[in-house]
């Protein structure tokens, strides 16, 4: 195993994502859709790996994270 994989490091990504989409008829010729997206919704932090050069010094200290926090997003759509 190399000395520098990160995966021995750091802990996997776990975002979870969710969607819920509603599609309605207006009228004949006339679509609407309702969303609503959430991005990383249990706004789960996942640290990076720690500073590993020895002479740094921020030795051993995890000084920033990985991920993004929790985004929501709305949308209205409509097509015709």
């Given at each position: 195993m190399p000395r520098?994989?990160?995966?021995?490091?750091?802990?996997?990504?776990n975002n979870m994502n969710l969607a819920i989409v509603k599609e309605f008829q207006v009228k004949e010729r006339i679509h609407g859709?309702?969303?609503?997206e959430a991005f990383n919704a249990?706004?789960?932090n996942r640290f990076a790996?720690?500073?590993?050069?020895?002479t740094s010094p921020t030795f051993g200290?995890?000084?920033?994270?990985?991920?993004?926090?929790?985004?929501i997003q709305f949308g209205l759509?409509?097509?015709f």
């Amino acid at each position: 195993m190399p000395r520098w994989s990160t995966e021995v490091r750091s802990a996997p990504n776990n975002n979870m994502n969710l969607a819920i989409v509603k599609e309605f008829q207006v009228k004949e010729r006339i679509h609407g859709q309702v969303r609503g997206e959430a991005f990383n919704a249990l706004n789960y932090n996942r640290f990076a790996a720690p500073d590993t050069y020895f002479t740094s010094p921020t030795f051993g200290q995890i000084t920033w994270s990985e991920n993004q926090p929790r985004w929501i997003q709305f949308g209205l759509r409509m097509t015709f």
